[in-house]
């Protein structure tokens, strides 16, 4: 079935350096990949999202690539501040709108 | 925008009892709502996809005596745990897709946290 794999599982950075999230997809048919951050006990939210034609896409300090070939995307965090330490879910969508969440990544920003 | 509600935050309650959890999308109409369950530092499972004016998809391994869903409008969405047991216990979400949007961006309620007894 589908599945979508996240590594690393905890991600721990001095603040200020980068952050560097990977996933790894099986469903070919899949054309949205969503970014989650959830804080805890609260919803997730997004926090960027990338659609299948399209190869990068930044919003200020976050970035997100796809690789169709590979079957790879991948969250880009920079200067990263202690206020970004959440989990952070990778997801893949097909167009029957069934989304598969990654096992997400517990990121620490240490100041 | 895109604004999603989910009531109660929080509810305990005895073994087998039932209980009502509602999901409403405010500013967007929904055709498509999605609930979800969370265990204690885990991701996201997929439960059942709930259409508006149809039955809902149960993903494999959902009971769906147990988890009642109820679509009954583009803007409401409500899952029932029916002879709720101490394993129900969890945090619940929703999520909604806009209807007008051609991706499945989807957008998550705050959760329900149950309890039971």
């Known amino acids: 079935g589908e599945n979508v794999e996240q590594h690393p599982s905890t991600l721990s950075v001095q603040e200020g350096d980068s952050a560097v999230i990977k996933c790894t997809y099986s469903?070919?048919?899949?054309?949205?990949f969503p970014w989650y951050k959830q804080e805890l006990g609260k919803r997730p939210q997004l926090i960027i999202d990338?659609?299948?034609?399209?190869g990068e896409k930044k919003d200020q300090r976050i970035a997100v690539t796809l690789n169709k070939t590979a079957k790879h995307f991948s969250l880009h965090i920079t200067e990263t501040q202690p206020e970004d330490s959440a989990v952070y879910f990778c997801?893949?969508?097909?167009?029957?709108?069934?989304?598969?969440f990654g096992a997400g990544t517990r990121l620490f920003v240490k100041a | 925008g895109a604004v999603v509600s989910q009531h109660p935050s929080r509810v305990i309650c005895k073994s087998g009892t039932s209980v009502k959890i509602e999901c409403r999308s405010l500013?967007?109409?929904?055709?498509?709502m999605f609930w979800y369950r969370q265990f204690p530092k885990q991701s996201l499972m997929l439960m059942a996809t709930?259409?508006?004016?149809?039955?809902?998809?149960?993903e494999q391994g959902v009971e769906k005596d147990k988890f009642l869903i109820n679509h009954a409008s583009l803007t409401l969405s409500t899952l029932t745990v029916t002879s709720a047991h101490p394993e129900d216990s969890s945090f619940y979400i929703c999520?909604?897709?806009?209807?007008?949007?051609?991706?499945?961006?989807?957008?998550f309620g705050p959760g329900t946290r149950l309890t039971v007894l």
């Open positions: 990338i659609r299948s034609n399209v």
């Open positions: 999520s909604a897709r806009d209807r007008r949007r051609v991706y499945n961006e989807q957008f």
């Open positions: 709930s259409n508006e004016g149809s039955k809902a998809t149960y």
């Open positions: 469903d070919s048919a899949s054309n949205y």
């Open positions: 500013d967007f109409q929904a055709t498509t």
């Open positions: 997801a893949a969508s097909t167009g029957g709108f069934k989304t598969i």
